[in-house]
């Protein structure tokens, strides 16, 4: 890039998403203004537009969600505030500045269905209520904001609690574990994310891209993956989602493909890296 780095402004920087983007972003020429919860609450409109006011970004990418799926089913005007109130307020400030707003949501607004992964045209149809208010969010921004880019991922892990995590913990209990294996997702590194989310920016293209890591596999799958990269002797049975009840219910199918979207390496490969790195860590803390 030439001239003066656009400026992002970064929601969600505490996540694991939005971690991530302070630290990629920077290596595509942009200058990042990483805001947590604590500086920013999206759901308060008026926050929102001092925001931008403050800091003047040519673009906004809004990675703060309430992403605890069991948790909106109890709290689900809150998870209706965080997911679709606060994008809504991006959306309208965004507009009234006249920058791009880049909004993360989810795999979950499908229903898990369709024989083939979801593209970016299929209809969206939410069994639970993390689901119904991440749509609910997309389309406040459709309809509010003109120049957007809605990006749509799946099983996201990286620095914070996440599925790859909780099974090295668990492992470390016991060596029998239960996992599903009738409920299918490309795993995505938060880190590969990051970078496919700067390259759309990069190339000004707005519309809907559905970004993960290449291939999938089921819950069961990704496990023994886990265990096998990181050498430890744990016991994997498959089971099916009927015998491992939880509030909310999850698309079987939660499998996303795009036409246009920016290509990102398999999730073996990335999985491989982060188990390096994550492993490294434990052993030299």
């Not at 992403?67 to 689900?76: H, I, K, P, Q």
């Not at 149809?125 to 208010?133: D, E, K, W």
Request: aromatic share 8%; net charge neutral.
């Amino acid at each position: 890039m030439s001239g003066a780095a656009r400026r992002v402004l970064v929601t969600g920087a505490g996540g694991q998403l939005g971690r991530e983007l302070a630290v990629r972003l920077p290596e595509y020429g942009y200058e990042v203004v990483a805001l947590g919860h604590g500086e920013l609450d999206i759901a308060d409109a008026g926050a929102v537009g001092e925001a931008l006011r403050r800091h003047a970004p040519e673009v906004v990418v809004n990675a703060a969600a309430y992403t605890n799926v069991d948790g909106c089913e109890s709290e689900s005007v809150l998870a209706y505030r965080i997911n679709a109130l606060g994008p809504r307020n991006l959306a309208q400030s965004c507009e009234r500045m006249g920058c791009e707003l880049l909004h993360v949501s989810t795999n979950y607004v499908f229903d898990g269905s369709s024989e083939r992964p979801y593209a970016p045209w299929d209809r969206p149809n939410p069994l639970s209520v993390y689901g119904a208010t991440k749509l609910a969010g997309e389309e406040y921004v459709r309809h509010l904001c003109t120049r957007w880019y809605l990006v749509r991922t799946a099983g996201v892990y990286g620095e914070g609690r996440n599925f790859v995590r909780t099974m090295l913990r668990a492992a470390r209990e016991r060596k029998t574990l239960k996992v599903k294996d009738d409920e299918y997702i490309s795993p995505t590194y938060a880190r590969d994310l990051a970078r496919g989310i700067a390259r759309i920016i990069q190339g000004g293209l707005y519309g809907i891209y559905h970004v993960t890591n290449a291939g999938s596999c089921s819950w069961h799958e990704f496990a023994r993956e886990i265990f096998r990269i990181a050498g430890m002797d744990v016991e994997v049975v498959p089971v099916p989602s009927s015998g491992y009840p939880l509030p909310a219910a999850r698309p079987a199918n939660g499998v996303l493909s795009s036409p246009d979207g920016p290509a990102l390496r398999h999730w073996r490969e990335a999985l491989a890296e982060y188990l390096r790195e994550e492993l490294g860590r434990e052993r030299h803390a």
